[in-house]
């Protein structure tokens, strides 16, 4: 008898946006015609950027001709996107990474998600409250996490991230195995100084743990003082993997790309103690299980590093920046305390009620749709994630109906 994986039976449902959906439907049919406005689930509006479309068409243009058409690419990707990111997202910062310990991928999601399958059963594993699911589910898929009680899995370290610590967690007490941190954070918006990623950094180091630093809105931070990449911490190269992806920094949520970077240094230990390199198994796991990212997509993904892509993808950055700070603004004259918004395109509210009573109260009232904090964890209850991914005159717009609303 084929035998289901028992794992999967406590995982929760994935309500929080199929939860949002419900409710956004339920609200149009009894309101036909309704202008809604989503400023809730973290997906980019704007089209891609022209000189990415251009490498983009080049791409399929040498598809096309025998000449020039790819089969199968190296699993780990094209070296031409390799070197372009090594240089464009590290050397350029002084940090160095080389080509071969960068992955290129079709998703951060499914990277962080299939990164877990590296590390034994018993590893114990430490996540953000509030948290990118992800990296829950992905754990109590595999058998690290207990019942759920209470809103959070036996068996997880939490690591709370609330109004009392700035929403950036020190480093806990006690012994943690695998440690996930994202920033600038999702869904709180927040970022972490160069102290602070020290400080885990040095847990790291004498705990023989291992970071799995998720940087994927990193294009995001325009504070010079902010790190863009762990690595950027001295120490970071032997117990840290960075994930980052093309899809909030090129709009590229459709059109799929994104890479891990493992540095040669970093390495996990075996029964013995003995030092197995990490970058060597994710090798392995990649070439089995993967089969590269298509040609004209990694084009694409290579021209963001060119003079043109590059002004083009930062001036659509700067526009959803601009509507993250409208949206805060708005919120904090309001007099709601927020964070993030700055340097991210999630805006993080206090909202001091129940975070889907404010869900509920906006849908209804002002036909705006935000993300109710209690879906990411605990900690998210009273408060709510505003995104500002969407377009300038939605956004203002619902900042409109959302004051008439709250004020
Ligand atoms: N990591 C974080 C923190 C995210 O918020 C998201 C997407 O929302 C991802 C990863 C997924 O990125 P990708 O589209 O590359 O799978």
Redesign the pocket.
Known sequence: MIRVNEHYSLLRSSYLFSTIARKIEEYQSKHDGADIIRLGI?DVTRALPAALVEAFHAGVEEMSRDETFRGYGPEQGYPFLRNAIAEGDYRSRGVRIDPDEIFISD????D?GNFQELFSQDARVAVPDPV?PVYVDTNVMAGRAGAWKEGRYDGLVYLDSTSANNYVPSPPAGQVDLIYL?FPN?PTGVTATREQLAAWVSYARENHALILY?A?YEAFIRDESIPHSIFEIPGAREVAVE?R?F?KTAGF?GTRC?FTVIPAECSVFDGDGKPVPLRTLWNRRHTTKFNGVSYPVQRAAAAVYTPEGTGQVREVLDYYLENARLIREKMQTLGYTCVGGDNSPYIWVEVREDSWEFFDRLLDRAQVVCTPGAGFGLCGERHARISAFNHREKVLEALDRIERVLA
Do not use: E, R
């Not at 998703?107 to 499914?110: E, P, W």
């Open positions: 973290g998703g951060a999601k499914c962080t990118y994202c999702n998720d994927a994930f992806s899809s949520t994104a």
